[in-house]
Structure formats: structure tokens, C-alpha cells
Nanobody
Framework: QVQLVESGGGLVQAGGCLRL?????????????MGWFRQAPGKEREFVGAIVWSAGNTYYADSVKGRFTISRDNDKNTVYLQMNSLKPEDTAVYYCAADRQGYPFSDYTRLRSYDYWGQGTQVTVSS
């Protein structure tokens, strides 16, 4: 059974940084694409970024490009989202997701491409 467990959220001031972790278990993820999404109150869940596990290619939404970085640790089966220069508009619940079909066979920006989701972790950025 696939499990994705996020951690690392919290309260931070604008301009600060956080690192989110997503520990994946229950499967070999080398062929997967792993995505990060977020959902602010009253808004739809949106794409933040993705990493192709095997190759390490990363892709980002324009709103976070240059501030957020996704990486993975193969030994720990963990994907990270390093968030720098945080803004109040980054406040949201952040979700990790796994797409078993993987890039380039599916669209990593779309929610429906992902088969498994974590429970989410809250990130709050104060102004």
C-alpha cells in the first residue's frame, strides 16, 4: 500500500524559509513523477512543482520559480520542497502526490495525473 507522509509545515514570517518533506513508502518510486500541490482557503488545489524521480528533472509553477526547489533522496525515499523567500500568498496546505505513469506519459501539472496523495501539511506565512 502506497503511503505519502508530508511534514515540515509551520508558521514563518514573510521572507523566511521552510523545507517540506514527503516520505514515500509501499512501492518502488523510481519510475514515478512526484508532485507538490497546494490549496489555500477558498481556492482550488494548484500545481507547485514536480520531480521525475529517476532523472531528477524538476518543473515549477511560475509563481514559485526561483524561490522553491524540489529534490529527492533515493536512499530515504523522500522528496523535499525547499521554500525560500516565502510570501503571505504562499499560505496554504501543501500536498505531496505520486504519479505512477510518470513523465512524459502524463501531465505533471494536472491533479488527475496523480494516483496517490499525502494528507497535507499547513504552511502559514505572516506579513
Amino acid at each position: 500500500q502506497v503511503q505519502l507522509v508530508e511534514s515540515g509545515g509551520g508558521l514563518v514570517q514573510a521572507g523566511g524559509c521552510l523545507r517540506l518533506s514527503c516520505v514515500a513508502s509501499g512501492r518502488t518510486f523510481s519510475s514515478y513523477t512526484m508532485g507538490w500541490f497546494r490549496q489555500a482557503p477558498g481556492k482550488e488545489r494548484e500545481f507547485v512543482g514536480a520531480i521525475v524521480w529517476s532523472a531528477g528533472n524538476t518543473y515549477y509553477a511560475d509563481s514559485v520559480k526561483g524561490r522553491f526547489t524540489i529534490s529527492r533522496d533515493n536512499d530515504k525515499n523522500t522528496v523535499y520542497l525547499q521554500m525560500n523567500s516565502l510570501k503571505p500568498e504562499d499560505t496554504a496546505v501543501y500536498y505531496c502526490a505520486a504519479d505512477r505513469q510518470g513523465y512524459p506519459f502524463s501531465d505533471y501539472t494536472r491533479l488527475r495525473s496523480y494516483d496517490y496523495w499525502g494528507q497535507g501539511t499547513q504552511v502559514t506565512v505572516s506579513s
